[in-house]
């Protein structure tokens, strides 16, 4: 990847142009927690964005997406907003950098990416990462780091229609090889969790429905909007906190369509708190179990899951995995699988096949390599 981009710079631009990098990220457990002031427990992987960039002295950016072959230019104004989905990212993260104070000009710039696109493993947080960290860097602005998530996460917000929560930004900046984040998103304290599931005979990987998921548009601002009229209702501010109790005790005063959303979150706030304590005992059963809690959560109460996700869960199970479940915001994408090594090669084999035979396509497979997060190559 790194080539490509740089010869397709070199052709395009000239040379001169510096490299960097941001990852996607997985995520162990804690779903549609950030936006509730919860707790998320992702990890940046080695699959990510890579764009050489150049300052070229002018107030335009010039930029050249390889994977589409397709070029933009804009201006770094308000009024400047690409026509094209992808430079829009671009373009929000400049504009957010500006907002925040930052001095900034044009640039040209080639980026391709490797995190499969809407698979749940965050590529667009990968490409906010990336040009904030390096525009933070080849101006050097000084804007601290959990900062360059905010702006990401603003882009979206403000310029890309998904009111995301922090967690793929964080991620993506923060990421650390072999380190899973835990990060508590109402103090937004983390800390860095050493994790090789391998040490205790133990994989994660990622199988992939290539069920497209688009969160732009999506019914995903509706999830957030049931949980934030529940947290309004119980008068807090987030639904984080929140007991089972208190949320009987308002059941008459919601809609029964809150009810469940806001029943999975409290749910899901319980069981990141449990995976941590199970992953310091090494107690990976127990980690597994809330996976597949997670899964049917999502699947019955929050409604994010499709028919191929349970499908790929129900496999899992049937193979004796030890937990398996929809990562990212759903609607599509991976399902995160902890399983057994001596069991890896069986379930792999399986449920290749039995996806296969019943969606007539092949899911695709990616073993999980937790990595480092933005950097200059
Ligand atoms: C998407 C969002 C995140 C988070 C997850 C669900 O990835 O960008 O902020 O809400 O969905 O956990």
Redesign the pocket.
């Known amino acids: 990847m790194k080539e490509r981009v740089s010869q397709k710079f070199a052709e395009l631009y000239g040379e001169g142009a510096i490299l960097f990098t941001s990852p996607g990220r997985i995520?162990l457990i804690?779903?549609?927690?950030?936006?509730n002031g919860g707790f998320?427990f992702p990890g940046a992987v080695d699959k990510g964005i890579v764009a050489a960039i150049r300052l070229n002295g002018t107030d335009k950016v010039r930029a050249f997406a390889l994977d589409l072959n397709e070029s933009a230019e804009f201006g770094l104004n308000e009024e400047d907003k690409p026509a094209q989905s992808w430079a829009c990212y671009i373009f929000g993260v400049c504009r957010e950098i500006q907002k925040r104070g930052g001095v900034i000009g044009g640039f040209d710039t080639v980026f391709a990416g490797d995190v499969p696109l809407g698979a749940?493993m965050?590529s667009s947080?990968a490409l906010e990462s990336t040009f904030a960290f390096a525009l933070n860097d080849l101006y050097n602005l000084g804007i601290e780091k959990f900062e360059l998530a905010r702006i990401g996460q603003s882009t979206?917000h403000n310029y890309c229609g998904?009111k995301?929560?922090?967690?793929?930004q964080f991620a993506s900046v923060h990421g650390k090889a072999g380190h899973l984040m835990r990060l508590d998103c109402r103090s937004m304290e983390f800390n860095y969790f050493p994790f090789d599931p391998t040490k205790h005979g133990y994989r994660l990987v990622l199988v992939n429905s290539c069920v497209k998921h688009e969160?732009v548009g999506s019914p995903?601002n509706d999830r957030r909007a049931s949980c934030e009229r529940v947290a309004a209702v119980l008068g807090q501010e987030f639904l984080r906190g929140a007991t089972m109790e208190q949320l009987e005790a308002i059941k008459d005063q919601i809609s029964e369509e809150d009810y469940l959303r806001a029943r999975y979150v409290i749910g899901e706030e319980q069981r990141v708190l449990d995976v941590c304590e199970a992953l310091e005992k090494d107690d990976y059963e127990t980690v597994g179990e809330r996976m597949y809690e997670t899964h049917w959560g999502m699947s019955r109460d929050y409604e994010v899951s499709c028919e191929e996700l349970d499908f790929l869960a129900t496999v899992a199970k049937e193979c004796g995995v030890t937990g398996s479940r929809i990562m990212?915001?759903?609607f599509g994408g991976c399902t995160i699988n902890l399983v057994k090594e001596e069991l890896y090669d069986s379930f792999i084999a399986s449920v290749t096949a039995k996806f296969a035979e019943k969606y007539g396509h092949e899911p695709k497979i990616y073993p999980v390599v937790i990595s480092d997060g933005s950097r200059r190559l």
């Not at 995301?164 to 793929?168: L, Q, S, V």
């Open positions: 995520n804690g779903e549609h927690t950030d936006y998320v749940g965050s947080a979206e998904v995301c929560g922090i967690m793929d969160l995903y990212g915001g759903g």
